[in-house]
């Protein structure tokens, strides 16, 4: 009873964090608008934007192929393409849950330890944190004013108590510090198996320094986000009102919606839409263009992930079905 109040909670709370952060997005927006942006959209790029993703989506594939590699793990790049998929289906139900989702299918298809593909996902987290804290530090120098200005508005629109996040950061680093010391002083059987859980993850996360495709591993590093900067800035072409913002605004799109995507809520249900229509104002878009920008953003590629993610899940119960008649 307690654990699935903790799942329901857990799933309640992100969702109702984005749900309030939609309605501050569009309590101003007039819906005739929004239809009316609708007959002005050139389809034609949303729908180039939503097949550029499976670009994406086998770039983390290939790179996590990889990882795996190293790790002794021979997987072939359709198959991990195919957990890659369910794992972003799973994230619309739950934040960060398709991490667990990925690794748990490859458990059912290939017999590999979570813990190991855990860590090699979580290797790859911190790859692309690292690569959206460079690009964070770059749009900084190329837009130092702009964001600073960005950052005001958001503050000043949606009410928020710096101190307040402040104080909820060190509480969150203390009960951590608090768990990690538990698992490490105590010896029970639940603590033995988190440490085993935890000695597999780093085994992954090492896997990074054992493999010899340093070059391809960078290499589809360089796709995977040269192809999510192109995703959304395909999108600007849509609009007549926003077709001519230069690539740099295409790169603070980037940044930005890397950011509201990070954020713990269902497939960045509001904070995407709040946050990229924001930036879009500041280069001269108007709030209705820029929610709207947002709004065909965000849900061609909540239909992408509904389609090929949908899709992988039906294949991969189909090579599972396949795979157990062939055993008997």
Not at 94 to 116: D, Q, S, Y
Not at 161 to 189: C, D, F, P, R
Request: hydrophobic fraction near 55%; glycine fraction near 6%; aromatic fraction near 12%.
């Amino acid at each position: 009873m307690k654990k699935d109040l903790i799942s329901i909670m857990r799933f309640l709370i992100p969702l109702f964090i984005g749900v309030v952060l939609l309605y501050y997005a569009f309590r101003n927006i007039a819906f005739e608008d929004f239809l009316y942006k609708l007959t002005q959209t050139k389809y034609a790029w949303v729908l180039a934007s939503m097949v550029l993703s499976l670009l994406a989506y086998v770039a983390r594939a290939y790179r996590w192929q990889i990882l795996l590699s190293a790790a002794d793990q021979q997987v072939s790049t359709f198959r991990l393409t195919l957990a890659v998929f369910i794992g972003y289906l799973a994230n619309l139900a739950f934040p960060r849950l398709g991490e667990i989702t990925r690794c748990a299918v490859l458990k059912k298809t290939n017999g590999i330890p979570i813990g190991l593909t855990l860590g090699t996902v979580v290797t790859e987290r911190i790859i692309d944190a690292l690569v959206l804290l460079f690009c964070i530090l770059f749009a900084f120098i190329l837009e130092f004013d702009l964001i600073i200005n960005y950052f005001t508005n958001v503050f000043k629109t949606y009410d928020i108590n710096l101190l307040g996040l402040l104080y909820l950061a060190l509480g969150l680093i203390t009960i951590g510090t608090v768990t990690l010391l538990y698992v490490y002083k105590t010896e029970s059987a639940f603590t033995l198996r988190l440490r085993l859980l935890f000695s597999e993850i780093l085994k992954g996360i090492l896997t990074v320094k054992a493999t010899k495709k340093r070059m391809h591993f960078m290499l589809s590093t360089l796709v995977l986000w040269v192809t999510f900067f192109a995703m959304s800035y395909m999108i600007l072409f849509a609009l007549e009102e926003s077709s001519e913002l230069s690539l740099v605004a295409g790169f603070m799109l980037l940044v930005t919606g890397g950011v509201a995507l990070a954020l713990p809520v269902q497939g960045g249900i509001g904070t995407y839409h709040a946050m990229v229509s924001m930036m879009l104002m500041l280069y001269g878009i108007d709030q209705t263009t820029g929610l709207f920008l947002a709004t065909l953003m965000h849900t061609s590629q909540i239909f992408a992930i509904a389609i090929f993610g949908g899709a992988s899940l039906l294949i991969t119960l189909s090579i599972q079905k396949n795979a157990s008649v062939h055993s008997k």
